[in-house]
């Protein structure tokens, strides 16, 4: 039997669970199965900045785990996945990664993709950084994940706060190779990137 394509998508504390709704909600439209882990901080923001529960934005994955559970699935290298996206990233999940002391099913999960040498996208949330932040980067970048804040991409010509958002998240799954609608692309969807 052909495994299906999964991905791991852990949501942590920092700021943005907007781009994490967006990510799950897209990836139900593809071929690909979402295995949500929130950390406990996630559940606050996830209150603060969508007014909804924990267990209902979890309704929005195919497969959700509790953060304490280190015997699920994705706590093991041979439960094969594409991979793991962390959106948004918090410093202090970043730095437990960073470290390898896991404390939690989503940092260990973020081990387990970084050692099978899969795909892990950080999609660290934090401003201004100081200079421990940007060491972390580092040498998580060295590990061989990509670091990959949500910067705006302006040429994209955003008219919205959602179109700002699908353009980030649409980029992060870029990252897996996995086709949503939601980015637009220079030289295709924009005209002024078009050459005759
Ligand atoms: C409203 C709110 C916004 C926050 N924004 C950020 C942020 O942007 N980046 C960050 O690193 N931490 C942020 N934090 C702090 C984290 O939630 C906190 O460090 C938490 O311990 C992270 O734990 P976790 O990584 O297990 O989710 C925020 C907290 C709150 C309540």
Redesign the pocket.
């Known amino acids: 039997m052909k495994t299906p394509r999964r991905l791991i998508i852990g ?6 669970a907007i781009y994490a709704r967006r990510a799950l909600e897209a990836l139900a439209g593809t071929d690909v199965e979402s295995h949500l882990i929130l ?4 559940e ?2 996830i209150r ?2 969508l007014d909804m529960s924990g267990a209902d934005f979890a309704k929005l994955a195919d497969h959700r785990y509790a ?1 304490g559970d280190v015997g699920a699935p994705i706590a093991s290298g041979s439960f094969k996945t594409i991979g793991m996206l962390i959106i ?7 730095s ?1 990664i960073a470290t390898g002391v896991t404390s ?1 099913l ?2 260990r999960a973020a081990d387990v993709v970084l050692k099978e040498h899969r795909r892990l996208a950080l999609m ?4 201004p950084f100081h200079l421990g932040h940007l060491r972390t980067m580092t040498s998580i970048a060295e590990m061989g994940a990509i670091i990959a804040p949500p910067l705006p991409a302006f040429y994209a010509e955003p008219q919205s706060v959602e179109d700002l958002v699908d353009q980030s998240v649409g980029r992060m799954l870029d990252l897996f190779d996995i086709e949503t609608p939601l980015a637009r692309r220079w030289g295709e969807d924009l005209e002024k990137g078009k050459r005759p």
Do not use: D
């Open positions: 949501v942590t504390g920092a700021s943005g950390s406990k901080a996630s606050m923001t603060y900045e953060a948004p990233c918090s410093v202090r999940s970043m437990e939690s989503l940092t660290v949330r934090e401003t």
